[in-house]
T-cell receptor, first 116, second 114 residues
Framework: DAMVIQNPRYQVTQFGKPVTLSCSQTLNHNVMYWYQQKSSQAPKLLFHYYDKDFNNEADTPDNFQSRRPNTSFCFLDIRSPGLGDAAMYLC???????????????FGDGTRLSIL | AQKITQTQPGMFVQEKEAVTLDCTYDTSDQSYGLFWYKQPSSGEMIFLIYQGSYDEQNATEGRYSLNFQKARKSANLVISASQLGDSAMYFCAMREGGDYKLSFGAGTTVTVRA
């Protein structure tokens, strides 16, 4: 089945130690998103790629960066994680094709990040 | 201003009963789409149902139906015959006009009791 896959499912890192989360998709969607979600809150968009074009949300901290080496893969890099960065990180994809209007974003299962 | 408002932080429902989750939205676009997602405690976001602003009929998907009242700018989700597996957080979201990003509401936690 076509899907969005996030690895790892759980990630533990130390305060200040860089960490990378990965996302891959088999849907061939041109847009990929990274969301941060804290407990009992709505997902918060960090940034997204429209094809190769990177779009940062205005309030995304500089500590968060992303790479999209090809259509299928996207990475979230946290350069110096702080305790406040402990959260669920969700990757999603969508298509901007002709019938995109009614097409939902497809989400991965998320990576739950803990900071020691 | 909030684009999506979900006023019910949490709800309890008895198994086999129906439950309605409220969602109101705010947009000046004529073309928009409304989505409902389910998020169990395991964390994955599961797409449930979609309603387009030009759709004349309310959307239905199995036990899920969307009560779309355009003049009131509401898009309530109805879950019929609740099951224990329906216990989750439910998010209403909107895509406006030519944008492809989603605006999410704060979510409603549903707990189904046996």
């Amino acid at each position: 089945d076509a899907m969005v896959i996030q690895n790892p499912r759980y990630q533990v890192t130390q305060f200040g130690k860089p960490v990378t989360l990965s996302c891959s998709q088999t849907l061939n969607h041109n847009v990929m998103y990274w969301y941060q979600q804290k407990s009992s809150q709505a997902p918060k968009l960090l940034f997204h790629y429209y094809d190769k074009d990177f779009n940062n949300e205005a309030d995304t901290p500089d500590n968060f960066q992303s790479r999209r080496p090809n259509t299928s893969f996207c990475f979230l890099d946290i350069r110096s994680p702080g305790l406040g960065d402990a959260a669920m990180y969700l990757c999603a994809t969508s298509s901007t094709g002709p019938s995109r209007g009614n097409q939902p974003q497809h989400f991965g299962d998320g990576t739950r990040l803990s900071i020691l | 201003a909030q684009k999506i408002t979900q006023t019910q932080p949490g709800m309890f429902v008895q198994e086999k009963e129906a439950v309605t989750l409220d969602c109101t939205y705010d947009t000046s676009d004529q073309s928009y789409g409304l989505f409902w997602y389910k998020q169990p405690s395991s964390g994955e976001m599961i797409f449930l149902i979609y309603q387009g602003s030009y759709d004349e009929q309310n959307a239905t998907e199995g036990r899920y139906s969307l009560n779309f009242q355009k003049a009131r700018k509401s898009a309530n989700l109805v879950i019929s015959a609740s099951q224990l597996g329906d216990s989750a957080m439910y998010f209403c979201a909107m895509r406006e006009g030519g944008d492809y990003k989603l605006s999410f509401g704060a979510g409603t936690t549903v707990t189904v009791r046996a």
